[in-house]
T-cell receptor
Framework: RKEVEQDPGPFNVPEGATVAFNCTYS??????FFWYRQDCRKEPKLLMS???SGNEDGRFTAQLNRASQYISLLIRDSKLSDSATYLC???????????FGGGTRVLVKP | DARVTQTPRDKVTEMGQEVTMRCQPI?????VFWYRQTMMQGLELLAY????????DSGMPKDRFSAEMPDATLATLKIQPSEPRDSAVYFC??????????????FGPGTRLTVL
């Protein structure tokens, strides 16, 4: 079983719609959680950190469920520019080593 | 605007040749990471350094890969001899020491390696 698992998608989303997807992690000792975004043929970039209480950044909302060991990302009012691969990232508190999921591809269409 | 730089951006080589990839981390960052990304495996950590010392290189095939930090401004990843299965995008990333929000890593643009 992979440490961090994601539905690869693609999620085909009409422009303006809401899309949500999850990521599960296997190590219950994981402490820090992030969503990174990767555009086609580009490097990954941090989208947002995921806090225990959940957090929102504009149209993006991230949630953490420690009991079930998953994090989620919700995108409201999807824009064409939201089309990308979203990488779930988990790390232990002891250091900076990040473990990446395989990514969920989102395609926003007009 | 501080960025991680990588050279070369693209490299095509023949099987058996040596390949050296270079990375300049963001000034002041003391952790440096090498990743490999393929369609099949996704993003895999190969090695990482803190304060130029290797902390973990368990993800790296030791027989042909080597990673070093000759100084704080340069990290290298070498493959010798290269094989077609090494074809991938190799990313370097750097980050400040710390936990929580300070775990953000800043990625370079990557080196796209093709081994024929």
């Amino acid at each position: 079983r992979k440490e961090v698992e994601q539905d690869p998608g693609p999620f085909n989303v009409p422009e303006g719609a809401t899309v949500a997807f999850n990521c599960t992690y296997s190590n219950s000792a994981s402490q820090s959680f992030f969503w990174y975004r990767q555009d086609c043929r580009k490097e990954p970039k941090l989208l947002m950190s995921v806090y225990s209480s959940g957090n929102e950044d504009g149209r993006f909302t991230a949630q953490l469920n420690r009991a079930s060991q998953y994090i989620s990302l919700l995108i409201r009012d999807s824009k064409l520019s939201d089309s990308a691969t979203y990488l779930c990232v988990v790390t232990l508190a002891a250091g900076n080593k990040l473990t990446f999921g395989g990514g969920t591809r989102v395609l926003v269409k007009p | 605007d501080a960025r991680v730089t990588q050279t070369p951006r693209d490299k095509v080589t023949e099987m058996g040749q040596e390949v050296t990839m270079r990375c300049q981390p963001i000034l002041g960052h003391n952790t440096v990471f090498w990743y490999r990304q393929t369609m099949m495996q996704g993003l895999e950590l190969l090695a990482y350094f803190r304060n130029r010392a290797p902390l973990d290189d368990s993800g790296m095939p030791k027989d042909r890969f080597s990673a070093e930090m000759p100084d704080a401004t340069l990290a290298t990843l070498k493959i010798q001899p290269s094989e077609p299965r090494d074809s991938a995008v190799y990313f370097c990333a750097s980050g400040p020491t710390g936990t929580g929000i300070y775990n953000e890593q800043f990625f370079g643009p990557g080196t796209r390696l093709t081994v024929l």
